[in-house]
T-cell receptor
């Protein structure tokens, strides 16, 4: 079936550290890939997306590249800030059943000063 | 532009009581979703709708009912609440298409005692 797997958290980093959150997917067909972020006490909001292989999504210093050969969409940021503390969700939607969005389990990130 | 609005934000129910959660969106989106978020479980899809008057089951529909009588509103009902339904509930909406962004409400924190 279609699914999204993320690295388990929680992840704790010091301010200005490099961040990688791994995401891999299983999908029939050609998915669009997303990263959503959930700040404490809020709903999810879109962070970035990529719609085809080798596309790079970027926003607020975060980047992720759609790797079809490894079925991955890892999230990276070169220098995290305390304000980046949140839960990050990798997600996909499919051209064959685009009425649904499939989310990964989420990865909690805490950035300490 | 309000986006997606959920009411209420918090609620405590006794086992066996009923309630309805309301989701309203003002973006003219076709698709609407109800998710529940539990620690360590990520987001799980309860029910969804691809248009006014249509609904479909997600991965955890038991114990819930939904209605989409108007395009802008998506109601989630609990007929007889159980402690296992203690959770944070999120509503989301999207335009049609496989790479469209999902917009989320702020969530409803429900406790069943």
């Amino acid at each position: 079936g279609n699914s999204v797997t993320q690295m388990e958290g929680p992840v704790t980093l010091s301010e200005e550290a490099f961040l990688t959150i791994n995401c891999t997917y299983t999908a029939t067909g050609y998915p669009s890939l997303f990263w959503y972020v959930q700040y404490p006490g809020e709903g999810l909001q879109l962070l970035l997306k990529a719609t085809k292989a080798d596309d790079k999504g970027s926003n607020k210093g975060f980047e992720a590249t759609y790797r079809k050969e490894t079925t991955s969409f890892h999230l990276e940021k070169g220098s995290v800030q305390v304000s980046d503390s949140a839960v990050y969700f990798c997600a996909l939607s499919l051209t064959t059943s685009y009425d649904k969005v499939i989310f990964g389990p989420g990865t909690s990130l805490s950035v300490i000063p | 532009n309000a986006g997606v609005t959920q009411t209420p934000k918090f609620r405590v129910l006794k086992t066996g009581q009923s309630m309805t959660l309301l989701c309203a969106q003002d973006m003219n989106h076709e698709y609407m979703y109800w998710y529940r978020q539990d620690p360590g479980m990520g987001l799980r899809l309860i029910h969804y709708s691809v248009g006014e008057g249509t609904t479909a089951k997600g991965e955890v529909p038991d114990g819930y009912n939904v209605s989409r009588l108007k395009k802008q509103n998506f109601l989630l009902g609990l007929e007889s609440a159980a402690p296992s339904q203690t959770s944070v509930y999120f509503c989301a909406s999207r335009r049609t298409g496989e790479n469209t962004e999902a917009f989320f409400g702020q969530g409803t924190r429900l406790t069943v005692v």
